[in-house]
């Protein structure tokens, strides 16, 4: 069972999740995980989210409280693949050949 409230924070609203997980399998979850298992859902969260192309790498960055820098350094550890397509390369092409044209 998973239980949802949203909660008022300074930016807007935050979502907190309570997740029910029967004592045998948050046992074998923290060894795996470690004792934060809030943050191993965040960071599971994130990466199925960017992999999946849900979130961008600035949200992941903000889901996990790091920056964009950080959080790609993050995916790559865990071998997800930059989503960068050939129109992000064409328009950071233009961008920069304007960019250098000034």
Same mark, same amino acid.
């Given at each position: 069972?998973?239980?949802?409230?949203?909660?008022?924070?300074? +930016?807007?609203?935050?979502?907190?999740?309570?997740?029910?997980?029967? +004592?045998?399998?948050?046992?074998?979850?923290? &060894? $795996?995980?470690?004792?934060?298992?809030?943050?191993? $859902?965040?960071?599971?969260?994130?990466? %199925?989210?960017?992999?999946? %192309?849900?979130?961008?790498?600035?949200?992941?960055?903000?889901?996990?409280? &790091?920056?964009?820098?950080?959080?790609?350094?993050?995916?790559?550890?865990?071998? &997800?693949?930059?989503?960068?397509?050939?129109?992000?390369?064409?328009?950071?092409?233009? $961008?920069?050949?304007?960019?250098?044209? %000034?």
């Amino acid at each position: 069972m998973v239980e949802r409230s949203i909660l008022a924070s300074g +930016k807007g609203k935050r979502m907190d999740v309570i997740i029910h997980i029967p +004592k045998g399998i948050e046992e074998q979850l923290e &060894v $795996a995980f470690g004792r934060d298992l809030a943050q191993a $859902a965040r960071e599971a969260l994130a990466i %199925e989210g960017y992999r999946t %192309e849900r979130l961008s790498l600035g949200q992941v960055a903000e889901l996990l409280g &790091v920056s964009t820098i950080e959080a790609d350094q993050f995916l790559k550890e865990r071998q &997800v693949p930059l989503l960068y397509s050939v129109d992000d390369f064409e328009r950071d092409r233009e $961008a920069l050949k304007s960019a250098l044209a %000034e």
